[in-house]
């Protein structure tokens, strides 16, 4: 759903020189990165800050993803508006709210309770109406309402957890990066088709790590 916003110098210059300028010319995605208030995601932020070319903390040892990234990881996503889409890893849900505008419906899920009733409370100020959250661990995906046409994950994992390619829809495709954290991580793209799931490898990422439950002690 397409949200109104005033005019956004600071994401139209962020978009111009972060992203269009190193090749990603998706004008769906970039049109609406030049819009939201980026800003508003990260309470207490100078501007420069809040629209610089780097990923950000938002508390709780978590970070905002490197505008870059969002724009890259979203354009692979490839979402044409019907998409029902299952994001894990809400965070500062700066990222869902491109998503919310790009298709149907997000389902997010985030494992920080207080990080889903920020980004909550601000989302629905925003206005989005087709984001449902949830708290809890997301390795094991949201059952209830897949499949799910795309799935997007903002936390690296070791391998890709089986639920996620269990609820994705066939011809679906998932993004998520992988690699061991705090060193060499990969963005992959999945592909299902039927029960095959073909997988490409993108470019290098840094992303704090997928906690899952069973890893807990
Ligand atoms: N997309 C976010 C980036 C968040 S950083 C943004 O734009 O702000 C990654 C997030 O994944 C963190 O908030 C972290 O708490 C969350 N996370 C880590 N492991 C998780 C899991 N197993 N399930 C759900 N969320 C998880």
Redesign the pocket.
């Known amino acids: 759903m397409k949200i109104e916003y005033p005019d956004n110098p600071d994401a139209k210059r962020m978009v111009k020189f972060q992203i269009h300028v190193r090749g990603l010319r998706d004008e769906r995605v970039n049109e609406v990165m030049e819009k939201i208030p980026r800003h508003q995601?990260m309470s207490g932020r100078r501007i420069e800050e809040a629209y610089g070319d780097y990923p950000l903390s938002?508390g709780?040892n978590?970070?905002?993803?490197q505008p870059y990234m969002?724009a890259f990881m979203t354009q692979k996503l490839k979402l044409l508006g019907k998409e029902k889409v299952l994001?894990?890893?809400?965070?500062?849900?700066?990222?869902?709210a491109v998503l919310a505008e790009l298709a149907r419906e997000i389902y997010t899920?985030?494992?920080?309770s207080s990080?889903t009733k920020r980004?909550k409370a601000l989302l629905v100020k925003l206005g989005y109406k087709n984001i449902y959250f949830m708290v809890?661990?997301?390795?094991k995906g949201w059952k209830e309402y897949a499949p799910y046409d795309r799935i997007l994950v903002?936390?690296a994992a070791s391998s890709v957890p089986r639920p996620l390619k269990e609820q994705l829809a066939d011809n679906g495709i998932l993004v998520i990066p992988i690699g061991e954290s705090h060193s060499y991580q990969n963005i992959i793209i999945i592909r299902r088709l039927g029960n095959r799931f073909e997988s490409w490898e993108s470019i290098g990422c840094r992303?704090?790590?997928?906690?899952?439950?069973d890893e807990i002690d």
Do not use: M, N, W
Request: with cysteine.
């Open positions: 995601f938002i709780y978590q970070t905002i993803s969002v994001e894990i890893g809400t965070g500062s849900g700066y990222q869902t899920i985030e494992r920080i990080l980004a809890g661990d997301g390795s903002t936390a992303f704090v790590p997928l906690v899952c439950d």
